[in-house]
């Protein structure tokens, strides 16, 4: 599968074997280059750096968030401490868009155990992540008490009668997995 952006012309990121690979470095894997357009036409470069745990560092900065495909869904771990950077923000959910779009899960789980902060321009990545078509469940866990109360109070998570929400829950990523996976057996036989 081969992912095109739109800057420099003729990029491309390949994801190969589980890994996002620059077509270029495809066959060496460790320190390829991975890019996506911001929507600014401007280009941010991400380098794998530990293939055995799908760490993404963009340049120059931290770790911003671990992917790490399943075989029935795709779980993304963000290693932030907060989501009210807007630049931070854009750069996570463009990075887990890529993913969903060439993974093309069913259902996305994040492990919020990192954050203790979220704004309110930190909902654009969780609600961009929900309106991708392939996508029918996006899975929160491990939520911090202030995280929770920010989601429920913004009635983005189940909570009493707000059962309809466009996010859901899960004390805990195996939680989440168990859940799905019991769900889309159920389903498909």
């Keep these: 599968m081969i992912a095109q952006c739109g800057c420099p012309k003729g990029f491309e990121v390949v994801w190969e074997n589980g890994w996002w690979l620059s077509s270029a470095e495809s066959q060496r894997g460790f320190g390829c280059l991975i890019a996506f357009c911001t929507g600014f036409d401007t280009l941010s470069f991400l380098t794998i750096t530990d293939l055995s745990t799908g760490i993404f560092m ?45 993974v093309v899960p069913k259902t996305v789980i994040i492990d919020l155990s990192q954050m203790h902060f979220v704004g309110s321009v930190g909902f654009l990545a969780f609600l961009a992540i929900r309106r991708e ?57």
């Design 58 to 102: 963009a340049t120059g900065t931290s770790a911003l968030i671990e992917i790490l495909p399943h075989s029935s869904c795709l779980i993304v771990k963000i290693l932030e401490s907060q989501m009210r950077d807007f630049a931070r923000v854009i750069q996570i959910k463009e990075t887990i868009i890529t993913a969903v779009r060439e």
């Design 133 to 189: 078509p392939t996508v029918e469940n996006v899975v929160l866990c491990n939520l911090d008490a202030n995280v929770y109360k920010v989601f429920s109070v913004c009635k983005l998570i189940p909570d009493g009668a707000n059962i309809s929400a466009p996010l859901q829950l899960a004390d805990t990523v195996e939680a989440a997995i168990a859940l799905y996976d019991g769900k889309m057996d159920a389903s498909e036989g």
